[in-house]
């Protein structure tokens, strides 16, 4: 692994659900690649967690990655939870079914080639390029 890449995402609702849009810029050696992508019925979280998935799973070899994110959701999810999920059967303590399993294990999936490490930044911040991350989510959401 001697590429190291740093990923900043994002995602944004209209509404919670609603259609929604996410957000990915990728920065590899002084170049930089923008991603983003649409859903007509979402939430927030789903794609918080697609900003990832789509950014990891553009990345063509593995590397040494720097995710930077607002979301305590995503990080938390799978750095904390995910293990706990998994040996429960894919249920959270109380039970019931983890929410967007399919995400989550597709997020475990594309991460294991790499080297990650999480870097949760504060949104809505100024910190420019999650608000380049944000501006990207929200402009993938078609104007009604």
Known sequence: MND????????????????GGWGALLRIG??????????????????E???VIKALEALKKPSAVFIHT???YVMDGLT?????WKANGWKTADKKPVKNSE????????TLRHDVVWRWVA???GHAENERADQLARQAIPSR
Request: glycine letters at 10%; aromatic letters at 8%; hydrophobic letters at 30%.
């Open 123 to 125: 949104g809505h911040s």
């Open 49 to 51: 967690l697609m900003a």
């Open 103 to 110: 995400l989550w294990r597709a997020l475990e999936e594309a």
């Open 4 to 19: 190291i890449v740093d990923i900043y995402t994002d995602g944004a609702c209209s509404g919670n659900p609603g259609p």
């Open 30 to 47: 002084g170049k930089e690649k923008e991603l983003s992508g649409y859903a007509e019925a979402t939430t927030n979280n789903r794609m």
């Open 80 to 84: 904390k939870w995910l293990p706990r």
């Open 70 to 72: 607002d979301s305590r």
